[in-house]
């Protein structure tokens, strides 16, 4: 089976640092995204891991543990435009089409 | 500039109604895929095109249609089959497997 596990919803403070985390079961495994979408908008792509380890982009860091099933979204100095929905999504092994697997996202809302 | 246009951003049907979401990119790109996104859930596939004058069905294909007449469209309809339709429709396209998505803006289909 596929599943993607991630929180609902997180709150966090403005200048702080949040961490989102996503666990995934799939068939196989060929990467793993993140994208940001505001509420009514189209997301935006984040990051792409597709080996272990830390990817830096500015205050955006994405890490992935391919054994363990697991990736995490750090974002630093969080600033309010940041409160939107993050969505982690796995590439599948033997991907025909290009098809990615969502996970139903997590809500972050940055307070002042 | 290269981009995803999908229209109309917001749409109204009444039960029994067929009704047409347009999908329109100039990113070259081969593959287009239809998502929906309903509240609190991830976005789920229902249709996907890797090249014209073909497509496959996504997770969620009943009550849906598609063509891929041109490389640069790529309309969904939503037939009065579909039982459920209220949702946001994402239209995303794919340069290569494993690759970054792009996105449209979305269009908010409601029955009334």
């Known amino acids: 089976g596929q599943n993607i596990d991630q929180p609902t919803e997180m709150t966090a403070t403005e200048g702080a640092i949040v961490q989102i985390n996503c666990t995934y079961q799939?068939?196989?495994?060929?990467?793993l995204f993140w994208y940001q979408q505001h509420a009514g908008e189209a997301p935006t792509f984040l990051s792409y891991n597709v080996l272990d380890g830390l990817e830096e982009k500015g205050r955006f860091s994405s890490f992935l543990s391919r054994s363990k099933g697991y990736s995490y979204l750090l974002l630093k100095e969080l600033q309010m435009k940041d409160s939107a929905s993050y969505l982690c999504?796995?590439?599948?092994?033997?991907?025909?089409?290009?098809?990615?697997?969502f996970g139903q996202g997590t809500e972050l809302s940055v307070k002042p | 500039d290269g981009g995803i246009t999908q229209s109309p951003k917001y749409l109204f049907r009444k039960e029994g109604q067929n009704v047409t979401l347009s999908c329109e990119q100039n990113?070259?790109?081969?593959?287009m895929y239809w998502y929906r996104q309903d509240p609190g859930q991830g976005l789920r596939l229902i249709y996907y095109?890797?090249?014209?004058?073909?497509?496959q069905k996504g997770d969620i294909a009943e009550g849906y249609s598609v063509s891929r007449e041109k490389k640069e469209s790529f309309p969904l309809t939503v037939t009065s089959a579909q039982k459920n339709p209220t949702a946001f429709y994402l239209c995303a396209t794919l340069r290569d497997t494993n690759t970054e998505a792009f996105f449209g803006q979305g269009t908010r289909l409601t029955v009334v």
């Open positions: 799939t068939s196989g495994f060929n990467g």
């Open positions: 095109s890797q090249i014209v004058n073909d497509f």
């Open positions: 990113l070259n790109h081969d593959a």
């Open positions: 999504a796995v590439s599948p092994l033997y991907n025909q089409g290009g098809k990615l697997i």
